[in-house]
């Protein structure tokens, strides 16, 4: 008004379509993220500021945790939809959710200078939840648990903004769903590495596997950990997983009140289980009962449990409670992950141990993934056998030939063929794109399967697809190991971690899910085993075995082979085609105009259920029911 005081009125519109939001400090009005023209006029010495705003709830309601973190050369905002801590030791800051911290403080006790990148390698190995950031004077390092890629970032206005969650980014900033990235999610044939991480949000990027984000004079991103190196000492490997795999258990049953367990009838279950009950924890199994009388684990859950002298909870079957199919179902707790989520077959198992929960907060359950790919031989574990064992391999691969009733030209091209992981993933995708003709026969012992394009996939798709593929190949230097069969193990590791990692952030705030096989130490040192010693006749996983002697009873690795469950994926695949043909046009990925409906129908209404008709539409079912729920989540 007068004295140099300048007095500003804002005036909303609203309901208009320009975004605007303001903030107030000392008593200062701040304009921010206004991308609009304002009008101004001065009138008796104030100045009129008139911006036009559309109503809508601000960034801070739609994520409701945020960190404001800043250093001499960047700055950088994390939000999440948990708290995350600052912890200070000398020069170094540490950001973690609460509960991690105690995990780590221990490995930074009484040092006082650090590598930031070997102490990220070692948070990495550490932390199971949520993502880390270690601060010191110059630079800032991101990064999460080992295995996990739930890391996201983008860059707005020279603010690196981070996340555990991809999602709580698209929601912050207003981002629009990539459907050229859906419309990849619905190839089930294309290797889950390295297309599992490209994001479903324009704009926002994923953490690659075993890297983290260092942020300084210069932005990028680096890797910290490698696969290991084949060990001879198989005893003294085989004593590291014994006391690494019974230290977790031993912890984490005087951290819980509440103690549970999967008892599938299966090894790795069983194993657990066993375990558990060696250190007289007070533990709640369940076990979901079989689809087919030819399946008998339910008949040795019953037994394990009665050896262990525990009851056994037994819950519908996976067909009955399974939701593999379902394509407009909310997610529990209205929860919306980064990705669609592929185990549907067992949610209504998971949720029905959630339901049964009396001790929230306070619950850990115990889950047997990723014991397969760690004690079990690899599809290529012939052709890593062949590298490993060098003059010898000569014989076995003759035995190769023999048992698999392989030409023995064919067996030998088979064997020796050398093709790069980058080298054979492109000849696929262009020959699943249509651009390059088959030269060879698939086998057993190549990186992975062919790729096959959906025919219900809309032509506009197929080129972004092949572009968007050819684009994230591009990004990585090769496979995961050079080694086929520890690059199969990894890749498959990957996705057990998504696993857990969904399970946490869609229960996990009534359950802890623990999977002792996925814990860093455990992997590294069975993947460090020669692969011959994964084979034995007449057992399943003899290096688990060993490593879980004198504990688990030796029945439990010779029962002979798995239970089959395939019963109910074709007749809940039918009862689908039933409920859904007439619905198919509603479908949010036809609204998109990804998917091809005539072609969908057409193909649903076949008489024969083909087994890859069969999971094609069970991937397209995951994709649907999250595309339903990220076009429907408030924003």
């Not at 996976?318 to 909310?330: L, Y």
């Amino acid at each position: 008004m007068g004295n140099g005081v300048v007095t500003i009125w804002i005036f909303l519109a609203v309901e208009l379509n320009i975004i605007g939001k303001l903030r107030e400090k000392s008593g200062h009005w701040t304009i921010l993220r206004c991308p609009v023209t304002t009008f101004c006029e001065k009138s008796r010495g104030e100045t009129i500021i008139s911006i036009q705003l559309k109503e809508t709830k601000s960034s801070s309601d739609k994520v409701p945790f945020q960190v404001h973190i800043k250093i001499a050369s960047a700055s950088i905002l994390l939000i999440s939809q948990h708290q995350y801590v600052k912890h200070s030791k000398g020069d170094l800051e540490i950001y973690c959710i609460p509960c991690e911290y105690p995990k780590v403080a221990d490995q930074i006790q009484g040092t006082k200078e650090f590598e930031m990148s070997k102490l990220a390698l070692t948070f990495q190995k550490i932390v199971s939840k949520g993502i880390f950031v270690l601060v010191d004077n110059h630079e800032v390092i991101v990064g999460g648990a080992l295995f996990d890629v739930s890391l996201s970032w983008k860059m707005l206005h020279d603010i690196l903004i981070i996340s555990d969650s991809a999602s709580d980014i698209a929601r912050y900033c207003d981002l629009n769903i990539s459907k050229s990235a859906v419309a990849l999610n619905l190839i089930n044939s294309l290797p889950y590495y390295p297309f599992q991480n490209i994001p479903l949000w324009e704009g926002v990027n994923k953490i690659h596997p075993f890297c983290v984000l260092k942020y300084g004079k210069k932005f990028e991103e680096f890797k910290v950990w490698m696969p290991p190196e084949l060990s001879n000492d198989v005893e003294l490997t085989l004593q590291n997983i014994r006391e690494r795999f019974f230290d977790l258990l031993r912890n984490h049953t005087s951290n819980y009140a509440n103690i549970s367990a999967d008892l599938s009838g299966g090894v790795d279950s069983a194993s657990i289980a066993y375990a558990l009950k060696a250190h007289y924890a007070d533990i709640k199994l369940y076990h979901a009962k079989t689809d087919s009388k030819w399946n008998s684990d339910s008949k040795w859950a019953a037994m394990f449990a009665n050896d262990m002298n525990e009851s056994l909870n037994s819950l519908p079957s996976i067909g009955v409670s399974g939701r593999r199919f379902e394509t407009d179902m909310p997610y529990s707790g209205l929860t919306l992950p980064d990705f669609p989520i592929f185990w549907a077959d067992t949610e209504g198992y998971v949720e029905k141990i959630v339901n049964l929960n009396e001790n929230y907060g306070d619950s850990v359950h115990f889950i047997g993934v990723g014991g397969d790919e760690l004690f079990t031989p690899m599809p290529a574990y012939v052709w890593s056998v062949v590298r490993q064992n060098r003059m010898r391999s000569v014989s076995f691969g003759f035995q190769y030939c023999l048992l698999t009733k392989t030409s023995f030209l064919n067996g030998v091209s088979n064997l020796m063929n050398n093709t790069s992981f980058k080298e054979a993933l492109k000849t696929e995708i262009d020959i699943g794109f249509g651009y390059a003709k088959s030269r060879r026969k698939e086998s057993a012992l190549d990186w992975f399967g062919k790729i096959t394009i959906p025919a219900w996939l809309a032509k506009d798709y197929h080129v972004p697809c092949y572009q968007i593929a050819v684009k994230t190949l591009n990004g990585i230097s090769g496979g995961l190991d050079s080694d086929r069969s520890k690059h199969q193990a990894l890749e498959s590791l990957l996705f057990q971690r998504r696993v857990l990692s969904q399970l946490n952030v869609i229960y996990g705030s009534r359950f802890t899910w623990l999977a002792p096989f996925l814990d860093p130490k455990i992997i590294e040192s069975a993947l460090s085993i020669p692969m011959r010693y994964h084979i034995k006749s007449g057992m399943t996983k003899p290096m688990l075995y060993q490593a879980t002697k004198g504990i688990v009873p030796r029945e439990v690795f010779t029962r002979g082979f798995k239970g089959d469950y395939s019963t109910f994926l074709y007749k809940g695949y039918k009862e689908s085609v039933k409920r859904n043909i007439h619905a198919v046009r509603d479908f949010k990925i036809v609204e998109l105009g990804i998917v091809d409906p005539d072609i969908l129908v057409s193909e649903l209404s076949m008489p024969t259920a083909l087994h890859n008709r069969v999971e094609a539409f069970e991937r397209l079912s995951a994709v649907e029911r999250w595309l339903h729920n990220a076009m429907s989540y408030p924003s």
